[in-house]
């Protein structure tokens, strides 16, 4: 069975989408668009808009629940 996606996984996710959205935005408009070397500029904007969701997301996926104390639910 498929564990399922806590929501504050899903907020970091698009978290990390947006952070990568605004890098992905500045190196194409901001100096030099060669932020990764000899990659063509299309596949550097991919790899910039994708890669901070899709490492946000796995590790919030992979990391166990902390259960809350007693304590912190008030």
Do not use: C
């Amino acid at each position: 069975m498929a564990k399922k996606v806590e929501r504050k996984v899903t907020w970091a996710t698009v978290g990390g989408l947006a952070a990568g959205a605004a890098v992905t935005l500045l190196n194409a408009t901001v100096g030099d668009a060669e932020l990764m070397g000899s990659l063509p500029s299309v596949l550097q904007y991919a790899i910039t808009l994708v890669a901070p969701p899709l490492i946000t997301f796995l590790s919030g996926y992979a990391a166990p629940h902390t259960p809350r104390t007693a304590e912190a639910t008030g």
